[in-house]
């Protein structure tokens, strides 16, 4: 005796195979490829930006000092930028700057090349609609005796950093890649 499989069933098993099957993903933010999957991660993005980003030691044709011991921590698209400044006969300052990737214009990240051989360039970032959401601390040393001498802090739109020129527009690229990853948005002006 045959037995007989209603079409029913059939085409409902044939239909499932014909189907694409996309597995849950369990990776974090951290993890995702960019679009193109050739793209890097968020996190090789981000440790490629602090490893180069301790490479800077230049001076700072502005205020007459160098900008050194730059250091980056990041806890998926949070932020911790401190860096110091020698202001050459003066004093030592310490700048901390906090903030969410997601925060950050991608449109607004430029660079700037120095206007004199052997300075600094530097890395411009402003936030989504100019809203104040970098949050920055800072503290200032007496010049040679690393005494305390000032702290403050407050609630910014922007801040610029600066950096070796060879790696001004590396940075600039790696930056905006980070800003996608995250969800950034751009500020769109009506005019």
Known sequence: ?????????????????????????????TQQPGPNTAEPTLTETLDWI??????????????SGTHEGFLLDFNECSITLPFWINIF????????????????????????APTKANTCGYIYLSTV???????????????????????????ENSFKFACSPELGERFVKAWKHAVKLCGGKETKEIF
Do not use: H
Request: charge should be positive; proline fraction near 3%.
């Open 1 to 29: 005796m045959k037995t007989r499989i209603p079409a029913a069933i059939v085409v409902l098993c044939l239909f499932s195979f014909a189907l694409p099957f996309y597995p849950q993903s369990t990776t974090s933010k």
């Open 50 to 63: 602090k490893t180069k980003i301790g490479l800077t030691n230049c001076t700072d044709e502005l205020i």
């Open 89 to 112: 006969n003066f004093c030592t300052e310490k700048n901390i700057y906090i903030f969410k990737i997601n925060d950050i214009d991608y449109s607004s990240i430029k660079y700037q």
């Open 129 to 155: 609609k100019s809203d104040y959401l970098i949050e920055k601390r800072w503290e200032a040393y007496k010049y040679n005796t690393n005494s305390l001498e000032k702290t403050g802090g407050g609630k």
